[in-house]
């Protein structure tokens, strides 16, 4: 996240994460601000903090017997120490204290605050004069701790960051996700910033608030790939590549005390945790021209190379008398070094939509299927429909129109939706040019299945990378898992009893990958078969049951009501189906991705085992395959 220290006036990008094993980096770009004012104007240009020796107070340290946190950390030359802590309530200053390993005496402050706003933690970035271990202390009496990690500037995009302290209130349950990507700690939504640049690596960035798992203050957390295997108040945005191996960032920076509420920012970064200079504004306001018919709704930049080689951007708004959503498109006209923010020129509405009650046509983006700069090429327009619920009960839809795009207009040819169980929201994607493929990635969770009031955690994760390709009779896309996937593979699994359609026990951490065949013509002939998943320890209310019949591809959820526990996609002929079974989580891909649907098990749920039900003459027994999953998530360090 982007914006300005609440108690100083330097912009910072900070590192949130964990260690990793392979290329894995977690930075958020940090700022929180009271008031919902993530505004930072006239910032001075951030420069790396001064190292300092241990002992640079004469602070005398309380007794030991008031310390009761102790940790330990390895230190190198250039070590950076991200530090997140602030003052208990009634209590003056809130400690940390730091001693070379093995040296009792030799204590002193390592940093302090006076905050002591439960709403807020005081972010501290520090460089030691000091190699080897060392032993920082705390005393929970007067100060809290949300999060402590060490990183060095010129290894962190090879080999992350190291976890050093997670407070209990933030930390992901043991039991998250084992090989879809997310956080370590804290909450996440929407991603941003799906990209890849010159050096071949990827890199995606995600809303995130990283001291509980529930909304708040926005941060953005940052987590980079060689191969798209994830080992590890500022709202949706945008990266894009410079010449010069950096990235040109573009967010929304949101402030409910300031007219017009929301406007488009940018930052540029080379070294992906500090920005080179200030944030800038690139479209402050709505353009004047449309700003009466529109609320302050104005939001999720997403910039893209178009066919004439400028930068082209969409944004989200919607209309002022309830007649439903926009997109808007601005094309960039000056041409200025690293994508600079300047010479922004409104060009239109792009897309309207008001089916379903849609409201506001979120996270935008329109992506290429194919080389930007041919005329040939299709381009791909994804959005979110906030508020929609259609007639089978499906809310937070996610429609995907693929027409021609000449610069100007934008002819659409056909659509479908990205999830026809409406359990991810705010795909991302973007062409990459070095593969030559377009790629997408959502959230694992939808609006509707949190309720900030009563879920005291919400952990999400984000989908499985995925291509994004046009099929060959260009009237239909498809969205297989992306080939890397396979990588994520540990064993393959006997399938015998799956086969002879009896119950078939998973692995003990539910992770698998499960491919088969089904003849769909004799769906007619024979009935529906069914794929049962079954919760461990939860019954018939732990159901998840995928559904193929002539009528098309249904998911019913065992713990929903009965008005809302069936997605179809109606238009589905399956005759093949690609499930990923995660904790947490299933995602389907039936026939290469042309139909997929995705859903959220509620409190990190695990499936225990599975069944087929139906009759064997519409099962393809000799294609069925199951693999165990590997485990992605690296082992938080904790004290």
């Not at 929970?140 to 407070?167: D, H, K, L, N």
């Not at 990507?181 to 010159?198: E, I, V, Y």
């Not at 070294?271 to 004047?288: K, N, S, T, V």
Request: glycine share 8%.
């Amino acid at each position: 996240m982007l914006g300005k220290n609440k108690n100083t006036t330097k912009l910072v990008l900070s590192v949130t994460g964990t260690a990793i094993l392979t290329a894995l980096l977690l930075i958020a770009l940090w700022m929180l601000t009271k008031g919902g004012d993530c505004s930072s104007p006239d910032l001075p240009s951030p420069s790396p903090p001064t190292p300092q020796p241990i002992s640079t107070t004469t602070k005398s340290p309380p007794p030991p017997a008031q310390k009761d946190h102790f940790v330990r950390v390895d230190l190198r030359v250039d070590s950076v120490f991200h530090i997140w802590l602030r003052a208990n309530s009634g209590e003056k200053e809130g400690i940390i204290y730091g001693r070379k390993a093995g040296e009792s005496d030799a204590e002193s402050v390592l940093v302090s605050t006076t905050e002591s706003d439960e709403r807020w933690f005081d972010f501290r970035e520090i460089v030691l004069l000091h190699k080897g271990d060392m032993e920082l202390s705390w005393w929970s009496g007067s100060t809290t701790i949300s999060y402590i990690y060490v990183f060095e500037p010129e290894m962190v995009q090879a080999e992350g960051i190291r976890t050093v302290y997670i407070s209990p209130d933030t930390k992901r349950d043991p039991r998250a996700e084992k090989f879809h990507f997310h956080a370590p700690l804290g909450w996440t939504n929407d991603p941003a910033g799906f990209s890849r640049t010159p050096d071949k690596l990827f890199h995606i960035f995600y809303q995130h608030y990283p001291h509980r798992q529930k909304w708040a203050a926005m941060h953005w957390g940052h987590a980079v790939s060689k191969d798209l295997n994830w080992k590890g108040g500022i709202f949706t945005g945008s990266a894009v590549p410079t010449k010069d191996g950096g990235l040109r960032i573009y967010y929304t920076d949101h402030n409910d005390d300031r007219h017009p509420t929301e406007s488009q920012r940018s930052v540029l970064t080379k070294d992906f945790y500090r920005p080179m200079g200030p944030p800038r504004d690139a479209i402050p306001h709505l353009p004047a021209q449309i700003a009466a018919n529109l609320t302050e709704d104005f939001r999720d930049p997403n910039v893209v190379v178009g066919p004439d080689g400028a930068l082209f951007m969409t944004t989200s708004s919607r209309f002022r008398d309830g007649s439903g959503g926009v997109v808007l498109l601005f094309r960039q006209n000056k041409t200025t070094a690293n994508g600079g923010p300047d010479g922004w020129e409104f060009k239109g509405i792009f897309h309207k939509d008001n089916r379903w009650h849609n409201e506001v046509c979120e996270c935008s983006v329109l992506i290429p299927l194919g080389d930007p700069h041919s005329s040939k090429t299709f381009w791909a327009l994804v959005y979110s429909m906030s508020n929609s619920i259609d007639e089978d009960g499906r809310q937070n839809l996610n429609p995907v129109i693929v027409g021609n795009f000449d610069g100007e207009k934008f002819k659409p040819r056909f659509e479908q939706m990205l999830d026809f169980a409406a359990g991810s929201y705010a795909f991302q994607g973007f062409y990459d040019p070095i593969d030559e493929q377009s790629l997408l990635i959502g959230w694992l969770g939808n609006w509707p299945d949190y309720n900030a009031a009563t879920d005291s955690d919400f952990p999400t994760a984000y989908t499985l990378p995925r291509l994004l390709k046009l099929a060959p009779s260009k009237n239909y896309l498809m969205t297989p898992p992306h080939p890397s996937i396979i990588q994520l593979r540990e064993s393959e699994l006997d399938t015998a009893d799956f086969r002879s359609f009896k119950v078939a026990q998973l692995p003990s951490d539910g992770a698998v990958e499960i491919l088969f065949e089904i003849y769909y013509w004799r769906l007619r002939i024979y009935g529906p078969i069914r794929l049962e998943m079954s919760l461990a320890g939860k019954g018939e209310e732990g159901k998840i049951s995928l559904v193929a019949s002539k009528d098309g591809l249904e998911m019913v959820l065992g713990w929903k009501n009965v008005t809302e526990h069936r997605y179809v996609e109606r238009k589905a002929r399956p005759t093949s189906l690609q499930i990923f079974v995660d904790v947490g989580s299933v995602e389907v891909f039936s026939d290469q991705g042309q139909w997929t649907g995705t859903t959220r098990i509620p409190d990190e749920g695990r499936v225990d085992n599975i069944q087929l039900v139906g009759k064997s003459e519409v099962f393809n027994a000799a294609s069925a395959k199951m693999w165990a999953m590997k485990s992605t998530q690296p082992e938080q360090i904790m004290p």
